[in-house]
């Protein structure tokens, strides 16, 4: 006869391994890294020596030979070069995702669905009386079966119109998303790491479209002198630039990937910590970091105009204090009827994602 085996509960049995601990660390670090497989391992090395992260049971060594093992990384033949792999790059991402979830409250809303139920694929777990066009697919039979027998009584059982139950499905609407990260060189200034966070929420983000919301569509443009797209499999390897904040070629490029899209929701998320100080006309750069240039501020309103008639919110996070980039950002906002917040680094995920998810309950009719 089968059944159940009981056993003594062991709380260690749930203790995370030395392999897990390490790489949970490891994963931070490259990060901070860029992706550099070399600086990480010697960061681990220094954290081990102060910190005693290993044992004699498992050391640095076994860490580096699991990692080989279970395809985190791969050591190039010819060269020698020990780089991490695909797999390592969805694990940072994962863990990015994990680390800023953990931080958000958890609520009863949310899944990316519309104020409004309709058609859609998404079960709604309150039911209605069935109204005359309703479709059979709807129709909730335990409910039905249920008023069915407290109606008539379950000798002489049939089912009228009156007893259907209507299970309604909610829409769950779809969106295309361009993420915008300024990578100019202020984004490091003044000893504060301002890259790592955003690529944090990058790759956060990334890895929820992709397991939760299949149909949305998330590209990533970053912007310097220049601006152009990136595969999300190199946000690890993103670094600031000795550039300068080219906010109009990030909005030109943003603009012609939604352009391409076929959702009918667009959105551009633009995470920045300073005002536009260059614009590119021609070959040349025209650059200006004094205060707020005319020239330059004349062109982002003009896109923002452009932005507003395509239906294209674009959602500012400031993750600087900056008195000129305020109010650059608060002209935008109302020339855009976009959104705007300021964003502490350790808060910008709980923003992002909150605004990513508030911004897909569109009301359908």
């Known amino acids: ?5 009981f056993s003594k509960y062991n709380p260690k049995d749930n203790e995370p391994t030395g392999f897990d601990k390490l790489m949970k660390m490891f994963t931070q670090l490259l990060t901070y890294t860029s992706g550099d497989f070399g600086e990480a391992m010697q960061w681990m090395n220094e954290l081990d020596k102060e910190y005693k992260l290993t044992n004699d049971e498992y ?11 279970k395809g985190y990384i791969d050591e190039d033949k010819g060269t020698g070069e020990i780089k991490i792999t695909s797999k390592t790059e969805q694990t940072i991402r994962k863990s990015s995702l994990e680390e800023i979830f953990g ?15 309709g058609g859609g694929d998404e079960i709604n777990p309150e039911t209605r009386p069935f109204q005359f066009g309703d479709s059979m697919e709807q129709i909730d039979f335990t409910s039905s079966i249920r008023n069915a027998q407290i109606n008539h009584g379950i000798d002489s059982f049939k089912m009228q119109e009156d007893d259907l139950e209507i299970r309604e499905t909610d829409f769950k609407s779809q969106t295309s998303t361009v993420l915008m990260i300024d990578i100019s060189h202020s984004m490091i200034l003044y ?19 992709k397991t939760k919301y299949p149909k949305d569509t998330l590209d990533i443009v970053v912007f310097g002198n220049d601006a152009w797209p990136i595969e999300i499999k190199d946000l690890p390897y993103l670094q600031v630039g000795p550039y300068h904040t080219n906010t109009v070629a990030g909005l030109e490029l943003a603009m012609d990937i939604l352009r391409r899209r076929r959702n009918p929701n667009k959105q551009i998320f633009m995470i920045t910590d300073g005002k536009p100080t260059c614009l590119k006309i021609g070959k040349q750069y025209y650059k200006n970091s004094f205060g707020v240039d005319r020239k330059i501020l004349t062109r982002c309103m003009s896109l923002a ?6 239906k294209i919110v674009v959602t500012t996070f400031m993750i600087a204090s900056d008195p000129y980039l305020q109010r650059f950002v608060q002209e935008f ?3 855009n009827n976009g959104k705007a917040f300021f964003a502490s680094l350790d808060k910008l995920g709980a923003f992002i994602f909150k605004d990513f998810e508030s911004g897909k309950r569109k009301t359908v009719y």
Do not use: W, Y
């Open 1 to 5: 006869m089968l059944g159940h085996n």
């Open 305 to 310: 105009t452009q932005c507003k008639k395509a």
């Open 191 to 209: 000893g504060e790491d301002r890259i790592t966070p955003a690529k944090k929420v990058a790759m956060a983000l990334a890895e929820l479209i």
């Open 333 to 335: 906002t109302e020339t």
């Open 59 to 69: 050391g640095m060594g076994d860490f580096l030979e699991d990692l080989k093992k």
């Open 103 to 117: 931080k958000l409250k958890k609520t009863k809303s949310g899944s990316h669905q519309t104020f409004k139920p």
